[in-house]
């Protein structure tokens, strides 16, 4: 069952404050078994993730598919690092994850088992991505 607790939340923040220290996170858990990660402040080039979307231009909002960071073509290896510090700092941070990150599910058969869930984004839906 899915499940993430404070301690590992605080162990993303803090490796993604290591990894990216002049751009701004917030780095949230949302019931038990979610972590949200949005950026809400970074460089200009960032805002290039919004072309073509039109409500994303306008909100300064967007939804990250980390599954396929290859859609955010130059940005597709920060899309990559945050992924994967989502899925590896945990590991040795003393929480609930200890053991790390892992995924046996199969949706072929409806079966769904994962350490916790990832989601990240560009901005926040009430608070708009600022570029510094």
Do not use: C
Request: charged share 25%; no cysteine.
């Amino acid at each position: 069952m899915a499940y993430i607790d404070n301690t590992d939340v605080k162990a993303i923040r803090t490796e993604l404050k290591k990894a990216f220290p002049k751009m701004k996170f917030s780095v949230r858990k949302e019931h038990h078994s979610s972590v949200h990660i949005s950026i809400v402040k970074g460089p200009a080039a960032l805002e290039s993730i919004f072309e073509g979307d039109e409500y994303a231009a306008k909100n300064r909002y967007s939804q990250l598919n980390h599954f396929h960071p290859h859609f955010y073509g130059e940005h597709e290896a920060l899309v990559r690092k945050i992924s994967e510090i989502a899925h590896t700092a945990p590991a040795g941070a003393g929480g609930a994850n200890n053991k790390g990150y892992y995924d046996n599910s199969d949706a072929m058969t409806d079966y769904f088992d994962t350490a916790y869930y990832v989601n990240l984004a560009i901005g926040k839906w009430d608070k708009p991505y600022e570029a510094v």
